[in-house]
């Protein structure tokens, strides 16, 4: 069960019955306790991510760096299969180096700090969520229930997606990218992670869309109408991303990332469609309730 879906006992209205309304400390002092249980979850998935740091590193930080990597292999098998053999990832010319004495401590203590804020998502999201819940209508809340669910679900599909398609893509043109062969890439641990760890997380945020479409509509900013009259607007600008995170000119590359942000597009539309319906339909209702 979603962890917004759990029986939800309304304080705020029995406080109002009572006529004792939370002032603005008390917000404030609630406000507080979540931060701190959602801070305490982060530190608690950075500790142990630091614990088994080096496991970490060499079965996935380091995954996108190495020929055998899984979305590699994928693509030389789909290239075997379309014919088109330039897909295949046979070398990685680039070495990884700590060019400073504290270098690798203070990058496995970043890396602890981001794996540690991205596990411990969900956990946050929820806190944030039991905070502001209160402060919405009964419709509001039937209308957003299994927010919680929703968010996190597209936020690590967002992140595996980064991870698996975006993050080697990117990696693969940038390392063998040359323009003398004089030179030689060898990058900083610190330069990799944060390409990495940019391109996962952007993707995370990206993949959010439908749910800020859904709150754009609920309070009637935006409509289907709206998305469905600029759609190839939107293509365009999703194959200019695409373009960008995936500088790779192989087009089979770009299509890969394009293809995924486009459908959450469409499934943006579809969700915009039905809560503009419910929206209208509560509308009416209220006048209706008004001339009565």
């Known amino acids: 069960m979603p962890l ?22 008390d917000h404030l002092e609630e406000l507080r306790w979540h931060l701190i249980r959602a801070a305490a979850a982060i530190v608690f998935f950075m500790v142990f991510a630091f614990i088994y740091i080096e496991d970490i590193y060499d079965n996935i930080i380091l995954g996108p760096s190495k020929v055998d990597f899984w979305t590699y292999r994928m693509m030389c098998k789909l290239g075997t299969a379309v014919g088109a053999e330039g897909l295949c990832v046979d070398k990685l010319q680039f ?38 819940k209160p402060g919405l209508k009964m419709s509001e809340r039937k209308s957003a229930r299994g927010a919680v669910f929703y968010v996190t679900l597209l936020f690590f599909s967002g992140v595996l997606f980064g991870y698996y398609i975006v993050s080697p893509l990117a990696i693969n043109f940038l390392v063998n990218f040359k323009i003398s062969q004089s030179i030689e890439n060898q990058f900083d641990i610190g330069s990799y992670i944060s390409l990495l760890a940019t391109l996962t997380l952007a993707c995370g945020v990206a993949f959010q869309l439908p749910i800020a479409i859904f709150v754009l509509t609920k309070i009637g900013v935006i409509g289907p109408q709206f998305m469905r009259t600029y759609r190839k607007h939107a293509v365009v600008v999703i194959l200019i991303v695409a373009a960008v995170i995936t500088p790779s000119p192989d087009v089979t590359s770009q299509l890969l990332v394009a293809f995924p942000l486009y ?14 319906k419910r929206r209208l339909a509560e509308l009416a209702a209220e006048g209706n309730e008004t001339k009565d």
């Open 4 to 25: 917004d879906q759990t029986p939800y006992y309304d304080y705020d209205d029995e406080q109002k019955e009572e006529g004792n309304e939370m002032s603005f400390l």
């Open 95 to 132: 070495s990884l180096m700590s060019r400073e004495v504290s270098g690798q401590f203070i990058t496995a203590f970043t890396s602890a700090a981001i794996i540690g804020l991205v596990f411990a998502f969900p956990y946050v999201f929820w806190e944030i969520w039991r905070f502001v």
């Open 263 to 276: 459908l959450l597009y469409e499934v943006s539309i579809i969700i915009s469609a039905r809560e503009e």
